[in-house]
C-alpha cells in the first residue's frame, strides 16, 4: 500500500509538469533549430503593433499542442494581404514570425 502511495504520487507530479509545459509553451525560449514551420488559421490581426493571434495546428519540431496563441511578425507589411479567418503557413523564429503565406 506504501508503495502504491509513493508511485501515484509521482505519477500526479510528472502529469501536472507535462500539462504545464503545454499551456506555458508560449513563454519557451528560442529553439536551437531556428527557423520552424508552422500551420494554422488567423484570428486575429493587429497591423499597427505587428502582432496576430493564431490557431495553429500542433509543431512537432518544438513539441508544441495545437493552441490558440499571440505572435509578433518581423514585418507589419506582411499581414496587408490576410484577413482574419485566413489558413496561412508561417515560419517561426523563437516568438516571431519572419514569414507568412497562404496555406
Ligand atoms: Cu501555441
Do not use: C, Y
Request: aromatic share 4%.
Amino acid at each position: 500500500m506504501k508503495t502504491m502511495l509513493i508511485a501515484l504520487a509521482a505519477l500526479g507530479v510528472s502529469a501536472s509538469g507535462a500539462s504545464a509545459h503545454g499551456q506555458d509553451h508560449g513563454d519557451h525560449a528560442v529553439p536551437a533549430a531556428g527557423v520552424v514551420e508552422g500551420t494554422g488559421v488567423l484570428k486575429k490581426i493587429d497591423a499597427k503593433s505587428g502582432s496576430v493571434t493564431i490557431a495553429h495546428d500542433p509543431i512537432k519540431a518544438l513539441n508544441w499542442p495545437a493552441m490558440t496563441m499571440p505572435f509578433k511578425v518581423a514585418d507589419k507589411a506582411m499581414l496587408a494581404k490576410f484577413k482574419a479567418g485566413s489558413k496561412v503557413r508561417f515560419d517561426l523564429k523563437g516568438q516571431t514570425i519572419t514569414a507568412i503565406r497562404p496555406q
